[in-house]
């Protein structure tokens, strides 16, 4: 029994370091738009555009990783996903045209997009359903965590290295934890459990079509999430252009949001299970007003110290509430779905990722931060209209 336990605690960490690093590569956009942007000659459109082209990839591939996870060896396919986006990183950070750019991000959005179902799956099988709550959370925080380190330890190198060896750099790390990972799995006699379901993919689909509780959480992550996004592609820029910090200071802050994040994504479904006996829709509803207002707020404070608390809160609610959603999605179906009802969640919010932040990036061309703030305000009251309705649709069922 104690080796058993030994090996799941192995199992996890493997989980949680491949999660990290794979984001480490995928979500390096973000520190780095600003000298990207310079170096391609790209407009705000353009830079909202390579954030749209990691989820195109997400959008097209969670769904299909998602029915075949449930399916097949899941850490052989996390191998396979981590050296997708190893390669098209690779090969994005030495292009010259957008064009070409947009396209290699996009198939890096395939592997980064698959790890989310393929992961959520592993947990759902090392772990009891009444246990699940804080791995799932940690599984998500390793993903902020790895955007803030991207910031903290990356975004000064790029002042004496450039951004593309930078991501060359990150790159290479991946690899290493793909190799060391590949190592591990085949030494765990950890078997898999196989899924309970026979049906075709299409079958599925229409089943997850019919439950409320997943409609409803998807509808809310394709706003939280494409707003997230949002947030993250343009603090940088924001910072720089009306409040006049330097480049390295906006980093910092940025990972200052995700590093709330991470301790958010945590600490909402600890939160939901203790203080609200697991009404994640209420919790839900908290996160997007502390949202809303902790954004009206950074825009028109011009204290230094009121603007970090602003983005510390911002990061804590907007990049934390991914672990509520991930717990909402697989208890919307049997646990011989998790995989495939995870990837169909994360899916669905990719379009919001998609179409969200270039949207934003055309707002603020045309009038401003602050008219492009107004288009973000509208966004959270349908949000919140949403789970006021869900909370009165559950409670009475």
């Known amino acids: 029994m104690k080796k058993l336990l030994q090996q799941g605690k192995i199992m996890v960490l493997l989980i949680l370091v491949g999660q990290f690093f794979t984001a480490f590569v995928g979500r390096s956009l973000s520190p780095f738009m600003v000298y990207i942007g310079e170096d391609l000659a790209l407009t705000k459109v353009q830079l909202g555009l390579f954030p749209t082209?990691?989820?195109?990839?997400?959008?097209?591939?969670?769904l299909p990783i998602g029915y075949y996870a449930d399916r097949v060896n899941t850490r052989k396919l996390m191998l396979v996903l981590m050296s997708v986006v190893a390669s098209s990183f690779l090969v994005?950070?030495?292009?010259?045209?957008?064009?070409?750019?947009?396209?290699?991000?996009?198939?890096?959005?395939?592997?980064?997009?698959?790890?989310?179902?393929?992961?959520?799956?592993?947990?759902?099988?090392e772990f009891p359903p009444s246990k699940l709550t804080v791995p799932m959370g940690v599984k998500q925080m390793s993903i902020t965590l790895a955007s803030a380190a991207i910031s903290i330890l990356l975004l000064p190198l790029v002042v004496f290295i450039g951004w593309r060896w930078a991501v060359t750099l990150a790159v290479f790390v991946l690899v290493i934890v793909c190799f060391i990972s590949s190592f591990y799995f085949s030494r765990l006699p950890w078997k898999e459990k196989p899924v309970q379901s026979t049906e075709p993919l299409w079958t599925q689909v229409k089943q997850l079509t019919k439950s409320k509780m997943l409609f409803f959480t998807n509808s809310s992550a394709f706003i939280l999430m494409g707003v997230q996004i949002t947030f993250n592609t343009y603090l940088i820029l924001f910072l720089i252009e009306t409040k006049d910090w330097t480049i390295y200071v906006a980093g910092l802050?940025?990972?200052?949001?995700?590093?709330?994040?991470?301790?958010?994504?945590?600490?909402?479904?600890?939160?939901?299970?203790?203080?609200?006996?697991?009404?994640?829709?209420?919790?839900?509803?908290?996160?997007?007003?502390?949202?809303?207002?902790?954004?009206?707020g950074l825009y028109f404070s011009q204290s230094t110290i009121l603007i970090i608390i602003f983005i510390a809160f911002v990061g804590f609610a907007l990049s934390g509430f991914n672990g509520i959603w991930m717990m909402l999605a697989v208890e919307s179906v049997d646990r011989?779905?998790?995989?495939?009802?995870?990837?169909?969640?994360?899916?669905?919010?990719?379009?919001?990722?998609?179409?969200?932040?270039?949207?934003?990036?055309?707002?603020?061309?045309?009038?401003?931060?602050?008219?492009?703030?107004?288009?973000?305000?509208?966004?959270?009251?349908?949000?919140?209209?949403l789970m006021i309705y869900a909370m009165r649709l559950f409670k009475a069922a």
């Open 92 to 125: 994005f950070a030495w292009m010259d045209n957008f064009y070409l750019a947009f396209i290699f991000i996009l198939i890096a959005g395939l592997g980064y997009g698959g790890m989310h179902p393929v992961t959520n799956k592993l947990l759902v099988y």
């Open 253 to 296: 802050c940025l990972a200052l949001s995700e590093l709330c994040g991470a301790a958010g994504r945590v600490s909402w479904g600890v939160i939901s299970d203790r203080l609200f006996a697991g009404n994640r829709w209420l919790v839900l509803l908290g996160i997007t007003l502390i949202s809303t207002g902790s954004l009206m």
């Open 336 to 385: 011989s779905l998790s995989g495939f009802a995870s990837g169909y969640s994360v899916t669905v919010a990719s379009i919001g990722v998609f179409l969200i932040p270039p949207f934003f990036g055309y707002f603020v061309e045309q009038g401003g931060y602050l008219f492009a703030s107004l288009f973000v305000m509208s966004l959270f009251f349908l949000c919140a209209c």
């Open 53 to 62: 082209a990691l989820f195109i990839g997400q959008f097209l591939a969670t």
